[in-house]
C-alpha cells in the first residue's frame, strides 16, 4: 500500500510569486484534506476534496485553492504569496465511510514553503 | 467558536512515570476527539481516537464531557514516547481542529 506523497519537500518563493503544491493521497482512498502548520501551531484547516469537488473550507482567503484529478491525487495552488504564507503544507487522505465517524487521516510528510 | 487548547507546550518525564498530556475542547454539540502523535523524523500519525474507547502504546483518554476535556494518559513513561502530541476535534464532516500539541520528552 503506497502511502501519501507530497511534492516538492521543500520550496522558496517571493512575496506576490504563486505556487503549486502536490499530492498523491494513499491508495484506495478518495479524500484528501489540506493543512497549513505554522511553526510552533497545530496544523490548520485549509479544505478538503472528495471525488474532485471541494467539500469543505476553514477560514482561507480565496488565493487558497484547490483541485482534485480523477485518480485522487490532488494540487494546493497558493497566489500572490504573502511573508505569513510561510509554513509547512500538509496533505492527508482518507476514505471516510459514512456513519462511523471513521475520520482517520494518513498524512504525508509535507511541503515546507518558504516566502521570502 | 471551536477551539482546542493544549495548555503545555513542553512536558518532561522520567523513564516510568506516569504521563498526562492535558487537552480541552469547545464545541457545542457531541464532540469527536482525536489524539494524534508525530514521532521525531515522521509523519504525523493518528494515535487514538475516543469513539475507538482503545489502549494504544498503554495509551487511553477519556473523554470527560463535564470538564469538556480529553487528557491523555499513560501509567509508566518510555523513552520511545518521546514525540509532539495534537489532539484534534472534529467539526461537521470535513475538518479536524487540532490544538497547539505537547512536546513530550522522556528522560532516562
Known amino acids: 500500500e503506497t502511502g501519501v506523497t507530497q511534492s516538492p519537500t521543500h520550496l522558496i518563493k517571493t512575496r506576490g510569486q504563486q505556487v503549486t503544491l502536490r499530492c498523491s493521497s494513499q491508495?484506495?482512498?478518495?479524500?484528501v484534506s489540506w493543512y497549513q502548520q505554522a511553526l510552533g501551531q497545530g496544523p490548520q484547516f485549509i479544505f478538503q476534496?472528495?471525488?474532485?469537488?471541494?467539500?469543505g473550507r476553514g477560514n482561507f482567503p480565496p488565493r487558497f485553492s484547490g483541485l482534485q484529478f480523477p485518480n485522487y491525487s490532488s494540487e494546493l495552488n497558493v497566489n500572490a504569496l504573502e511573508l505569513d504564507d510561510s509554513a509547512l503544507y500538509l496533505c492527508?487522505?482518507?476514505?471516510?465511510?459514512?456513519?462511523?465517524?471513521?475520520?482517520?487521516?494518513?498524512f504525508g510528510s509535507g511541503t515546507q514553503l518558504s516566502v521570502l | 467558536a471551536q477551539r482546542v487548547t493544549q495548555p503545555e507546550k513542553l512536558l518532561s518525564v522520567f523513564k516510568g512515570a506516569p504521563v498526562e498530556l492535558k487537552c480541552n475542547y469547545s464545541?457545542?454539540?457531541?464532540?469527536?476527539l482525536f489524539w494524534y502523535v508525530q514521532y521525531s523524523r515522521q509523519r504525523l500519525q493518528l494515535l487514538l481516537r475516543?469513539?475507538s474507547r482503545e489502549s494504544i502504546k498503554g495509551f487511553t483518554a477519556d473523554l470527560n464531557k463535564g470538564e469538556t476535556s480529553f487528557h491523555l494518559k499513560k501509567p509508566f513513561a518510555q523513552e520511545e514516547d518521546s514525540a509532539m502530541y495534537y489532539c484534534?476535534?472534529?467539526?461537521?464532516?470535513?475538518?479536524?481542529?487540532f490544538g497547539q500539541g505537547t512536546r513530550l520528552t522522556i528522560n532516562p
Open positions: 475516543h469513539i
Open positions: 492527508a487522505s482518507s476514505s471516510p465511510k459514512k456513519g462511523t465517524g471513521d475520520e482517520k487521516l494518513f
Open positions: 484534534a476535534l472534529k467539526q461537521g464532516a470535513q475538518k479536524l481542529v
Open positions: 476534496y472528495y471525488r474532485e469537488e471541494e467539500n
Open positions: 491508495s484506495g482512498h478518495n479524500t
Open positions: 464545541y457545542s454539540g457531541s464532540p469527536e
